[in-house]
């Protein structure tokens, strides 16, 4: 298995936005160890620190920040906007960083999970991301076309797109990234998730009610804040994984043990003995929670429409209750639970990763002659 990448020198970077990100290149970054590849990471704050603790031998570069936040308020889709040329800028600090670390460290190959800026034209250049189409906020439809044309334009500097998703029915992104128009060739290389070494596990149904947050500030802090209102007195005990890396504390508030931070094990047997599971609707939470068998309540993150989408389609499935944070009323969801079934996805393919993986070997080779 080493043989397939034997000594590439790998660039893995991640988006800190949340733990997502992250998380769902986990099982990536562990099948190019595996496959003998050289990796190093690239990234910023908490998501470099997830990484770093999990892959401790690895090198690692920082990164510039993006900063980005959801404010609050009906104006919050705007502050965001207001913020792109930080964001911009903040790109072009990171190709001139990435520039030198290619060339400084021979990296042969790049994997940018939505990292605009970490590409290079010398070698290939992979972006992951499964929000292709990008959603404006209500209102703003009539910015699609703008918004889409401007992600075209970073886009362009990659290789290809790996989404990481299926290319059929069984899809869990929908328009997001099945139908889309980049520009560059869009590949699927199957759900990642970094549960996948606990498929076979077996999930017993639990009393607590789990909630694992996480996703960009202030908006976490506003959702842990309503969640501890309404369940510290309800019947069921419940825990809440605060997804809160930097301080390692445990706390009880009434009915709900708070842990600041869980993964691996010790997160996945949390999980599987849940009763139910409430969480962002982050594409990668999606991908987690899909091997499960688990009863889920998703609660978008306000302003960020593809979480709505998500949760709104996955709701019309049946395959998740769907709640708002401005109208959260956790023990309504609870109780509507038994209408919806356990959101499972059976048999979890492998295949389209490692076709991905010989794909890339290939295109470093044909540089190489």
């Not at 250049?125 to 992600?151: C, D, E, N, T, Y």
């Not at 709505?308 to 769907?322: G, M, P, Q, S, V």
Request: include cysteine; charged fraction near 25%; charge should be neutral.
């Amino acid at each position: 298995m080493q043989e397939l990448l034997r000594g590439k020198r790998i660039l893995v970077a991640i988006l800190n936005w949340g733990l997502g990100h992250a998380t769902r290149m986990t099982p990536v970054i562990e099948q190019l160890i595996d496959r003998g590849a050289e990796v190093s990471l690239a990234g910023d704050g908490a998501s470099l620190v997830f990484l770093s603790e999990v892959f401790p031998k690895l090198p690692k570069f920082e990164l510039p920040p993006y900063n980005i936040e959801y404010p609050s308020g009906w104006g919050g889709a705007w502050k965001t906007v207001f913020k792109a040329p930080k964001i911009i800028q903040a790109i072009k600090d990171e190709q001139i960083a990435i520039a030198d670390i290619v060339e400084r460290y021979q990296i042969e190959a790049i994997i940018s999970d939505n990292r605009y800026g970490v590409f290079s034209a010398k070698i290939p250049s992979i972006f992951v991301g499964h929000q292709l189409r990008v959603l404006p906020p209500k209102g703003f439809q009539w910015g699609s076309a703008l918004i889409l044309a401007w992600h075209k334009k970073y886009l362009k500097n990659f290789s290809e797109i790996w989404v990481p998703d299926f290319d059929d029915e069984r899809n869990f992104s929908g328009r997001l990234s099945h139908d889309v128009d980049t520009g560059i060739p869009i590949k699927y290389m199957g759900p990642q998730s970094r549960f996948a070494h606990y498929f076979s596990k077996e999930s017993t149904e639990g009393e607590n009610i789990v909630v694992v947050l996480s996703g960009p500030e202030p908006q976490r802090t506003f959702l842990e804040g309503k969640i501890l209102e309404q369940l510290k007195n309800y019947q069921r005990p419940s825990v809440l994984v605060r997804g809160v890396v930097h301080e390692k504390e445990e706390r009880q508030i009434g009915n709900v043990k708070t842990i600041n931070y869980l993964h691996g094990e010790r997160l996945i047997q949390v999980l599987l003995s849940a009763h139910c599971v409430i969480c962002r609707s982050g594409y990668s939470s999606i991908m987690d929670l899909a091997l499960l068998g688990k009863k889920v309540i998703f609660i978008p993150t306000p302003g960020q429409t593809e979480q709505i989408y998500l949760a709104e389609r996955l709701a019309e499935k049946k395959w998740a209750i769907h709640q708002s944070q401005s109208r959260l009323n956790l023990p309504e969801a609870i109780s509507s639970l038994e209408k919806i079934q356990p959101f499972y996805q059976s048999g979890w393919d492998t295949h389209l990763l490692e076709d991905r993986l010989k794909e890339l070997r290939d295109s470093i080779d044909k540089i190489k002659v």
